[in-house]
């Protein structure tokens, strides 16, 4: 990767690009300080502002195959969900997708229209509001399962992107990065294939999910209802409950802190539980599901802070968040007790 990346005159030949005739007058960078995304306020000539993000992660597919779907569903999802997420701009009759190649770097950009927001949920929860987001988030899932079959397709699954981590361990840069711990990384990804056989997660209904439900991603009302969501970028099509290790995090009793971390006992508390009774009397959940939150946790951890941190993070956060994941994460996945959640729910 090159040691100096020209952003904004990618963002701004991408604009270019789309619509020339409407000339840029600032462009100011609003990226989230904890990650390496790249997300820009564009405020051109004619008073318009626009939201620019750029992306040199991953596969040019993927990223347009994502936001392809992403943009489907902003605008199927019915009502109370009709505005909760942005829409991308469209060039005719395609999405508009700008790709930057120069032999060192291909990155990626894509304009947003700007999203309205509302309040931010308080970094600890009442039980109130973590009953409340519960019925908010059933009712989303909801409406998420209902427009499901008007979705372009998608390619990743969990398989994939674990078998894309079993090929970096058989390169020699991985092998680098990854030594002394080869044999653990290899183990958690078989023990995740074949739980996730064993739980028939290939047969449980695909949804589109967000993952990441930071507090700092979406916007509710002052009555706690869901309003608007904005960062998509661990978004894919999967069981419902990818995004339940998040929202765990959300409702748990330590609350939103600036120094993070991703420990497993979130899934086992009594705030969880309230959160999960409250969600099954909306949308109910499956023993299955539940047993599934294991390898839920385990492919977090494995994608998103193993084989990706260092990217999805700046490489303070990556560094530390690897070593823990080594040392904790992962060694107490087996803590995971779905009797808990099962017996609490009746299933």
């Known amino acids: 990767m090159p040691s100096y990346i020209p952003f904004v005159e ?8 789309y619509d020339d005739s409407r000339p840029i007058v600032s462009v100011v960078d609003i990226s989230a300080q904890v990650s390496t995304n790249h ?10 502002i626009i939201v620019g993000k750029l992306s040199y992660f991953g596969r040019h597919e993927h990223f347009v195959e994502d936001h392809r779907i992403i943009n489907t569903l902003s605008n199927n999802l019915p009502s109370p969900f009709e505005n909760f997420l942005s829409r991308s701009l469209m060039k005719g009759n395609e999405l508009f997708v700008y790709r930057h190649e120069d032999g060192l770097l291909d990155a990626w950009v894509v304009f947003y229209r700007p999203i309205k927001t509302r309040d931010r949920l308080p970094a600890r929860l009442t039980e109130d509001l973590i009953a409340q987001l519960a019925v908010e988030m059933a009712t989303f899932h909801q409406a998420c399962y209902r427009v499901r ?3 372009p397709p998608s390619s990743k699954t969990g398989n994939t992107d674990i078998d894309h981590l079993l090929s970096i361990l058989d390169t020699p840069a991985g092998r680098h990065e990854y030594r002394g711990y080869e044999a653990m990384l290899r183990e958690q990804c078989a023990e995740f294939k074949e739980s996730s056989e064993r739980l028939v997660l290939r047969d449980m209904p695909k949804i589109p999910v967000f993952v990441d439900w930071n507090i700092g991603n979406f916007s509710v009302t002052s009555t706690g209802r869901l309003f608007s969501r904005w960062d998509y970028d ?11 290790y998040f929202l765990a995090r959300v409702v748990s009793d330590r609350g939103d802190r600036t120094v993070f971390s991703y420990g497993v006992d979130v899934l086992m508390e009594d705030r969880f539980i309230l959160f999960l009774k409250a969600y099954h009397e909306v949308f109910p959940l499956t023993a299955n599901e539940l047993e599934l939150l294991r390898e839920v946790y385990r492919f977090f951890i494995l994608n998103y802070v ?21 040392e904790s ?15 609490a729910l009746g299933v």
Do not use: C
């Open 39 to 48: 997300v820009y306020r564009i405020k051109l000539a004619d008073g318009s």
């Open 234 to 244: 661990w978004f894919r099509i999967s069981s419902r409950m990818m995004d339940f």
């Open 329 to 343: 994460y992962l060694p107490n996945v087996a803590r995971f007790d779905a009797s808990r959640l099962i017996e």
């Open 10 to 17: 990618i963002v701004t030949a991408a604009w270019k690009a």
């Open 149 to 151: 079959h008007t979705l």
């Open 306 to 326: 193993i084989k990706d941190g260092r990217y999805f993070f700046h490489e303070l956060f990556a560094t530390k968040l690897q070593a823990e994941a080594f």
